[in-house]
């Protein structure tokens, strides 16, 4: 129920663009003003530093169930990660030390200026990972099928637009990519425990922090992978106990949950086109580039 409060709005900045855009601005003013108190383990992200303690394993595991490729120190290595709406870094860096190279992005200025300034502290971290003040959006023409990996943890709770958001993802990962999201569910209870005792009464994050209509249930976040060309592999309930501040694996996911999809393979190549007339092949190639 505690959402990355790397809210990433995706700006999409382009001038003349009348397509709609996935962009809440009201969520980056919200997120701006939280942007020096990423690396406060006792602060407003608590519930997020204790998260890595599953989400970090759950991405590990789940990369290294699927390869041949181990690398003894570093498992993640050769692995090329992007962190949607990365915030101040607080996943990006573990998953740096695990030798894969991260790319963060997020559309407040401040939290890339925090996570510069936080990974330049260990010279390892400095070359493995990079950040941008970016929207996802933003990046999708010069990153296309360019990551094994994009990780989307407590993010898309805050999208305007959630098609968009899985669109761009697709866009940016490669053929048989892993995307990993962790979100909140649209529940009675996830709205009584995350809004009003997370919130209002305990104040484990700041009031406003979540809007209950934009929490998504796990089965319109699987449809919409499914139409976007992605197989969901896996979909676990957690739950945080903010007595013991940790977080743990449960059965139910009708208050947060973590969901792995893999992007479907890319098309075999066929001779069918060899027997095509020229313009109709430089159409099919057209339509297959869009």
């Known amino acids: 129920w505690f959402n990355e409060l790397s809210l990433f709005r995706f700006t999409g900045k382009r001038p003349f663009s009348t397509s709609q855009s996935s962009v809440d601005s009201k969520e980056i003013k919200k997120f701006q003003l939280l942007a020096h108190k990423w690396w406060d383990e006792e602060g407003e992200y608590a519930a ?3 998260m890595n303690d599953i989400r970090v394993p759950f991405i590990r595991d789940t990369l290294l169930s699927m390869s041949s490729n ?3 120190g570093n498992p993640l290595s050769g692995i090329k990660i992007l962190d949607v709406g990365c915030g101040g870094g607080l996943l990006s860096e573990p998953l740096g030390r695990l030798g894969a190279s ?4 997020d559309p407040v200025e401040d939290n890339i200026r925090t996570a510069d300034r ?3 502290f260990d010279p390892v971290l400095a070359k493995r990972i990079q950040y941008k003040s970016s929207s996802l959006e933003e990046i999708v023409e010069e990153s296309m099928e360019t990551f094994d990996v994009i990780v989307a943890s407590e993010v898309v709770e805050h999208v305007a637009d959630l098609e968009m958001f899985i669109k761009c993802c697709s866009q940016v990962l490669k053929p048989e990519g892993s995307l990993f999201i962790t979100t909140i569910n649209k529940t009675q209870l996830s709205y009584v425990l995350g809004i009003v005792v997370a919130e209002k009464i305990m104040g484990i ?3 406003g922090t979540h809007e209950w209509e934009k929490f998504v249930p796990p089965e319109e976040l699987e449809r919409l992978l499914e139409s976007n060309g992605f197989s969901v592999r896996s979909v676990k309930g957690m739950l945080y106990n903010p007595l013991s501040g940790s ?3 449960v059965q139910s996911t009708s208050l947060n949950y973590a969901l792995h999809a893999v992007k479907a393979a890319a098309p075999a190549q066929s001779h069918a086109t060899d027997t095509l007339p020229e313009t109709d092949t430089q159409q099919h190639s057209a339509t297959t580039g869009t």
């Not at 991260?102 to 992005?105: C, E, L, N, S, W």
């Open 48 to 50: 997020l530093h204790s």
């Open 102 to 105: 991260v790319t963060g992005i």
């Open 247 to 249: 977080w743990s694996w």
């Open 205 to 207: 994050v700041p009031e």
């Open 118 to 120: 936080h990974k330049s």
């Open 70 to 72: 181990y690398h003894l």
